[in-house]
């Protein structure tokens, strides 16, 4: 139904808005990303968005195998082992795969943007990009690890079940401590896992930064804690081998909710983050500058 909504082609039902966000979809599907004067922050919103709906986009392939599978029911209890062992996990892994090609664009961006003024001014540039790219590669690991145990045959197996969910855990903790961090220091400029010296600066309150759209600092803060601990149920989600959690119907409802809360809460923080970096004359020496490399900022 949401579908067709979109493909309506009555201009009452907000016809240009449509047809934007059907060409960024389109466009972040094939994992491009457009240029910093044409919606390029727009661009990252909704694919960053799309990592939240990693679950979604597993389940909406399985209910559709089970569809046109004569083995399942349509109707019955979803099997999230129809399509195979690896299948579900891929689809999963396809908005992350996304956001990882999109960071390797703007890295191009910034070299050849380097080679074509001589490095004047933009040494060290676009290391962070791959940094980026590096945050959204430590989410396959986890769905590999966590495909592998899910169909994990004691006879075929190369290293003991203990040791694959040992190796699932690590790269758990990896995946949410590093996204967390970056959400932090580079989403929203926030000098709360910065050195100790910027984090107590007295200019700004503690582990916040120097410009603040929202008064009150508690926003700040409240944001974070929730990012802290939501971010683990991100990894969670990833994992299709938790059947005693996933294949609650209402486990999976609970998780997707505050995922989307979670998401909800990281996008007004962003866009908050790029208010303040763009409604200032020239950035300030902490900010990042990962857009336009001619002055405007753009993106993380």
């Known amino acids: 139904m949401l579908w067709i909504f979109f493909l309506l ?7 240009t808005g449509r047809y934007h966000f059907l060409s960024a979809l389109k466009r972040i599907s094939l994992g491009n990303l457009a240029e910093p004067a044409d919606a390029k922050f727009g661009d ?33 209890k979803p099997d999230r082992r129809c399509g195979g062992q690896y299948m579900v996990p891929l689809v999963i892994a396809i908005p992350s795969i996304i956001r990882l090609r999109q960071c390797l664009i703007e890295y191009i961006r910034v070299r050849k943007s380097i080679q074509k003024q001589g490095g004047a001014g933009l040494s060290g540039r676009g290391g962070q990009h791959l940094a980026n790219a590096l945050k959204y590669s ?16 004691p006879s075929n197996a190369r290293m003991s079940e203990k040791t694959l969910f040992r190796l699932w855990l690590l790269f758990v903790f990896i995946n949410s401590f590093y996204s967390f961090y970056w959400d932090v220091a580079k989403d929203w400029d926030l000098t709360l896992v910065s050195p100790s010296k910027e984090r107590n600066d007295p200019e700004h309150p503690w582990g916040l930064r120097r410009r ?19 971010r683990c149920t991100w990894s969670f989600k990833l994992s299709p081998h938790l059947d005693h959690f996933n294949d609650l119907e209402a486990g999976i409802f609970v998780m997707e909710l505050l995922e989307v809360f979670r998401r909800w809460v990281w996008i007004f923080m962003r866009a908050e983050t790029e208010w303040v970096r ?14 336009d490399y001619s002055g405007k900022v753009d993106e993380d």
């Open 9 to 15: 082609p009555f201009k009452q039902a907000s016809r």
């Open 44 to 76: 990252i919103l909704l694919a960053d968005v799309l990592t939240s709906y990693a679950k979604v986009l597993g389940d909406m392939f399985v209910s559709g195998c089970m569809f046109f599978s004569s083995k399942y029911s349509s109707t019955g």
């Open 138 to 153: 430590t989410a396959f690991p986890v769905i590999i690890l966590s495909a592998l145990q899910r169909g994990y045959d």
């Open 212 to 230: 603040l759209y929202f008064h009150t600092n508690g926003i700040y803060y409240t944001a974070i804690i929730i990012d802290f601990f939501l």
């Open 278 to 291: 763009k409604s200032n004359i020239g950035p300030s020496p902490d900010d990042i500058l990962l857009g």
